[in-house]
């Protein structure tokens, strides 16, 4: 058992790593949300900013956008040229996406400061392809209505967890520890 632990020492590591700072950060987030419905945000702080950032880049996009809450739902209606397309919901705000980049970024650590500033930079990076992916797939609903199933289920989850994939190849290839080792 031990030959065994101490071949798959590096695996076992960021596996319990990972899964430490996910629940952590979950965790942290699930009680930033159940703070949230005391807020004067509705439904919580970052579902409506990137509700509210969605409206003004449609609207640099050349589209009238409105946001408005939703009377019988914890979401956002976005609303492109007087026509309700879209529903910006909790989970539509990044939060979760990037918990699980920072969990396997840091399971994945190199340098402290190297690291902090990766997991910020990428960080903010997520946020704002997650804004232009709402406004991508509004304006994609607005213009092929029939496609909004595909867009939304195919497409832009491919957009957002790509990029999250592209930031962690890159991450192990250039600053993690596991390249120095195994240089």
Request: hydrophobic residues 50%; proline residues 3%.
């Amino acid at each position: 058992m031990k030959i065994l632990f101490n071949k798959y020492r590096s695996v076992i590591r960021f596996m319990v790593t990972f899964l430490l700072v996910y629940i952590c950060l979950s965790v942290a987030y699930k009680f930033y949300l159940d703070f949230s419905e005391v807020s004067k945000f509705y439904p919580d702080y970052f579902t409506n900013l990137v509700a509210q950032q969605t409206q003004l880049l449609l609207g640099d996009l050349g589209y009238n956008a409105q946001v408005s809450p939703h009377p019988d739902e914890p979401s956002m209606k976005l609303i492109v040229n007087g026509k309700f397309l879209a529903r910006i919901i909790e989970g539509c705000n990044g939060i979760s996406v990037i918990i699980l980049f920072v969990s396997f970024i840091i399971a994945f650590s190199g340098k402290l400061k190297t690291t902090f500033l990766y997991v910020f930079a990428g960080s903010v990076l997520l946020y704002v392809v997650n804004v232009l992916r709402i406004a991508i797939l509004t304006m994609g609903i607005y213009h092929y209505p029939k496609q909004e199933t595909f867009l939304h289920t195919v497409v832009f989850p491919g957009i957002i967890y790509g990029m999250v994939f592209l930031l962690w190849v890159f991450w192990v290839n250039r600053f993690s520890n596991l390249k120095k080792e195994n240089d």
